[in-house]
């Protein structure tokens, strides 16, 4: 049975860092062409933040965060990692860890067939 478990999330101030983590259990880890991060703000929309292919050397960011947040995973560790730089009020949201089995479009939910159950992350101004 595939798990995916977030941790890591909390409250920061503006201008801060946080890096949320999650943990992939259940399959091989390398058999997962992608890796991701959701993010779900109170009254929106599900919207993708962030992505990583297998190899770790291809990457995609929603254009917000670009140049703030990186994404990383540790095969061997089965894990992966958001690091989250100069957060702003509008980065708070529920984080999804997210994995895919098949290559296709990286910011499309559709493309995930696993997901965690979220983790909370507030952003003070």
């Known amino acids: 049975q595939v798990q995916l478990v977030e941790s890591g999330g909390g409250l920061v101030q503006a201008g801060g860092s946080l890096r949320v983590s999650c943990a992939v259990s259940?399959?091989?880890?390398?058999?997962?062409?992608?890796v991701g991060w959701f993010r779900q703000a109170p009254g929106k929309e599900r919207e993708f933040v962030a992505a990583?292919?297998?190899?770790?050397?291809?990457?995609e960011y929603t254009d917000s965060v670009k140049g703030r947040f990186t994404i990383s995973r540790d095969n061997a560790e089965k894990r992966v990692y958001l690091q989250m730089n100069s957060l702003e009020p509008e980065d708070t949201a529920i984080y999804y860890c997210?994995?895919?089995?098949?290559?296709?479009?990286?910011?499309?939910?559709?493309?995930?067939?696993?997901w965690g159950q979220g983790t909370q992350v507030t952003v003070s101004s």
């Open positions: 997210v994995a895919s089995l098949r290559v296709g479009a990286l910011s499309d939910k559709e493309n995930y067939n696993y």
């Open positions: 259940g399959r091989t880890f390398s058999w997962y062409a992608a």
């Open positions: 990583i292919r297998w190899s770790g050397t291809y990457t």
